[in-house]
């Protein structure tokens, strides 16, 4: 057996929060403590910038029954960022690291974040710098490589089947044709996971849109005239992320179409499209798609009342309605970290499902890169012929990571 | 005592559910059940609607156990309905009362039911068909004169009060500024609950609009500003009914600087400013006044990240996070409501609070013309000089009523 490499550990936590990414955080905590190699765990605020600016919390020194609340808290308790760090970064981090001895590293975050850890074990490995690098997943878009499913994932789904089925039943009693923006840039897990809501036939959502199959104006219309003259009103589920079929974002038409619409004078008022750092459009935090779907709707239907929600920052961030099963996944992919760590591995914690009716789930190490700056799409076999739809299947797929839906029943 | 009125008995439900309202109809077919003189209940499908085409369900066949779920399901069980009875609709109603010896009515709604409750009582009286009509008061809005509260304002303002808790938390993770728009026309008791997401000096919201205190761009402005220098970011929640000092509606404004500030080939993308049956500008279902408020900072204050959420129809339909003091209170008007009619009473269930440390409730009936076609708006002492915040006195009048608040904590 190698010796242990004794030394400090420092963790981080990246992108876009959770309501368990704390979860991760405290199973790291709880189990780095465990470890007599592992001297002092310094918890970095807003992830790779704290390290660079050396602003460090001392996590072993935070009270047990504090660190209990802390991880049934939403939203990334040290702080997250949002930067993809170049290789100066990396080698600034790096010198903090030796400079205070930190021999562990954990990363909390998606695919960004993956790639990050990725950049610095391989520039630490260059320099003959001797540290462990283990990436812990997180993201409500469900979108890691080398995953069943991603801690985050099961609770955001969870409160998006949730506030459709309350959705659903609201508009039941006032019928009309109501849209719902969902979170998800690049895959459509999330939104898929609003046909959870459903509980038999002729229950919303009537119509489901994801980034991964593309579709025109036209199509849309068709499709929701046709689900209002069947069931008399219409309950539409669409990613942030849905595309037309050349792959441009709607948000973004909706957006430059807004923006190039607008007279002179007006353009500040509504119409400066957001682009990010990366080039990214904007978007969460603006109800133009939802308004654009609604405006569609109006003008190419005879339909008295539409309206249009975007769920926002509520998906990833509201409190007190966790999954179970994801809560303890989140804790369990932080412990394991730092079992791998200590064991004297780099990678990527990624949960897997075994197969058979039972939900049953285990955790294993893969490489860094098979997730670093990857994608995973929703697959075409969850996807309805014709595209406004998710199949069957991905109740069994969804349902147990959830960890059980409030019960609701209709008189009729 | 007078001789018991024997006859059948019908329930509807009005206006913009909630997700406690179905307690309050099985609190009537609890109680009705009880009560041999109700021989028939018949529950209306949409209200006024459901009378008037005789459209209904038989609601003693319910099974008790469905009846239970039937309670805790968001959103009106027979359907609700948005239509003020006109005098012939009335006229038409009472000829399906007297045709069904329907000799209660229970209307389960806000003012607006109170009013036609008021008519049709008396229009029978007039007509000399002996009835009981009982108003159950209902919304997420908390309007109603002569309550200190009203059944669905507690699990609504529980939802918002968690929800900023959960959004004050994202964005100390990824600072910058958050605009939250929450629902409430004519009053901000709804908005102001967002108050109590706040556990220590510092935490968000920071700023917080009501209808009732209407303010310029400038002074918005200047707020923002103020509030993010201190803070570094800035969480602001502002009512969809908010007002400026010409007492126009911010979202009116909005949604017509959008509509002329379009070019003529573009106003159907996102141009018709859309105004209802009784005039009102539609203030729920869109984006545009949130939209319009993220506009006027980018525009006016050098923040690179400013985001907008319109929090939409999930605060009144979100279902298993209800408030537990509201889903008992809800319960008990319909019941109290079928006690006070068989009494020989009309009128409106009204609830009260005794005064004294310990929160305490109880119910009173009160003369339907006390509630009917009335706001209730939130008092000048609630609301802070300036008019950007609630007092801290708000927090003792509306903690009791959500039930209690997810348990969190931040590390510092």
Redesign the interface.
């Known amino acids: 057996m190698a010796a242990k490499l004794v030394g400090n550990a420092c963790i981080g936590?990246s992108g876009?929060?959770t309501?368990v990414i704390n979860q991760s955080l405290v199973g790291v905590i709880e189990e780095a403590r465990r470890h007599k190699e592992i001297k002092k765990l310094f918890?970095a605020r807003h992830g790779t910038r704290g390290i660079m600016k050396q602003d460090f919390?001392d996590l072993f020194r935070?009270p047990p029954k504090?660190l209990q609340?802390?991880a049934?808290?939403?939203?990334?308790?040290?702080?997250?960022?949002?930067h993809k760090p170049t290789e100066d970064d990396c080698a600034a981090m790096l010198e903090v690291f030796r400079a205070r001895n930190i021999r562990y590293f954990f990363y909390v975050g998606g695919d960004d974040s993956a790639q990050a850890a990725f950049l610095i074990a391989g520039m630490a490995r260059k320099a003959g710098y001797e540290m462990r690098v283990v990436h812990v997943p997180k993201t409500i878009d469900n979108n890691l490589m080398e995953n069943d499913h991603t801690p985050g994932f099961g609770s955001a789904a969870r409160f998006v089947a949730?506030?459709v089925?309350?959705?659903e039943?609201?508009n039941?009693?006032?019928p009309g044709i109501?849209i719902n923006v969902i979170m998800g840039r690049d895959a459509g897990w999330l939104t898929a996971a609003s046909m959870l809501a459903r509980q038999k036939p002729g229950d919303g959502p009537h119509l489901i849109y994801l980034p991964e199959a593309p579709f025109t104006v036209e199509q849309f219309l068709a499709d929701v005239k046709e689900a209002y003259a069947r069931h008399g009103r219409c309950v539409i589920c669409a990613s942030e992320g849905i595309r037309d079929p050349q792959g441009k974002l709607w948000a973004e038409t909706a957006g430059r179409?807004?923006a190039?619409?607008?007279?002179d004078?007006?353009?500040?008022?509504?119409?400066?499209p957001k682009v990010d750092a990366f080039g990214h459009f904007q978007l969460?935090?603006?109800?133009?798609l939802?308004?654009?779907l609604?405006?569609r709707i109006?003008?190419g239907a005879d339909v008295s009342r539409?309206?249009?929600?975007?769920?926002?920052?509520?998906q990833?961030?509201?409190?007190?309605?966790a999954s179970r099963v994801d809560a303890r996944e989140a804790r369990a992919v932080g412990r394991e970290a730092v079992k791998y760590a200590a064991k004297g591995l780099d990678g990527s914690v990624a949960i897997k499902r075994r197969p058979g009716k039972a939900y049953k789930a285990y955790l294993e190490l893969v490489a860094l890169e098979k997730v670093a700056g990857k994608n995973r799409e929703v697959p075409k076999e969850f996807i309805c012929p014709g595209g406004s739809d998710v199949c069957p299947s991905f109740r069994a797929y969804a349902l147990p990571l959830v960890g059980g839906?409030?019960?609701?029943?209709?008189?009729d």
């Open positions: 936590q876009g929060p309501v918890g919390l935070v504090k609340v802390v049934a808290t939403p939203a990334a308790a040290l702080g997250s960022v949002r949730s506030a089925r309350g959705d039943l609201d039941r009693s006032l109501k179409q807004l190039d619409g607008l007279k004078e007006a353009r500040n008022l509504f119409g400066k969460s935090g603006t109800g133009v939802a308004d654009f609604a405006g109006k003008e539409v309206r249009a929600d975007t769920f926002g920052y509520l990833r961030s509201f409190p007190g309605f839906l409030p019960e609701t029943a209709v008189l």
